[in-house]
């Protein structure tokens, strides 16, 4: 009897100083209200031109990708899901361009951005050339953001994947032609015209 008092009386004394207990006050905010803050999105944006030092945004073919032309770039990861959503403006009009996350970021040639964002690397591959295995250089294991514009330029496209980033991808690469998929070709999309640096 003596020993049940007791424990009774441990447990009352652990109670009232708060042992195991959080107050909701003592937490952060969304942890409090049973809601877990997702991370901030990542954000490129920039104004097409011809490349200089420190330029984020660079046409490589003026012809397909004017001066003042512009393009968004947001990448949202949540749990284990990525979604990648482009946005361009003042491209020609009613055209399909290619549009991929690189790995490094852009420079005076187009071959600065290095290749293509792979989830799954393909072995076989280096930076020249490239991926074009389909078990690697397609829309699951990459974020192709192909768009076509409306007669006024602009466009919007939107990539969504069952995974994360390791690395964010470094740039955001505009192709003169539309993304292919056979074997031996696939993830090629003609020649690279601009580049959007990503997360610099």
Not at 160 to 180: G, I, N
Request: aromatic share 4%; glycine share 8%.
């Amino acid at each position: 009897m003596r020993r049940t008092a007791a424990l009774v009386l441990a447990a009352t004394a652990l109670v009232a100083a708060g042992c195991g207990r959080t107050d909701p006050a003592d937490r952060p905010e969304s942890v409090a209200s049973g809601a877990l803050e997702a991370p901030r999105p990542i954000v490129a944006q920039g104004t097409f031109s011809r490349y200089s030092p420190g330029n984020k945004a660079i046409s490589y073919d003026s012809s397909l990708v004017p001066a003042g032309a512009e393009a968004h770039l947001v990448v949202a990861q949540i749990v284990d899901t990525t979604t990648v959503t482009l946005s361009v403006s003042k491209l020609l009009p009613n055209r399909t361009y290619g549009a991929h996350l690189h790995t490094k970021p852009c420079g005076a040639a187009g071959d600065a951005a290095g290749p293509h964002y792979q989830h799954r690397m393909d072995p076989a591959a280096s930076a020249s050339p490239p991926s074009v295995n389909p078990a690697y250089a397609n829309a699951q294991n990459e974020v192709w953001l192909d768009v076509t514009t409306d007669s006024q330029g602009d466009g919007t496209s939107k990539s969504t994947q069952m995974w994360v980033f390791s690395e964010t991808p470094k740039s955001l690469v505009l192709h003169a032609d539309k993304t292919q998929t056979m074997a031996g070709r696939a993830g090629t999309a003609g020649k690279r015209i601009a580049c959007l640096t990503v997360g610099a």
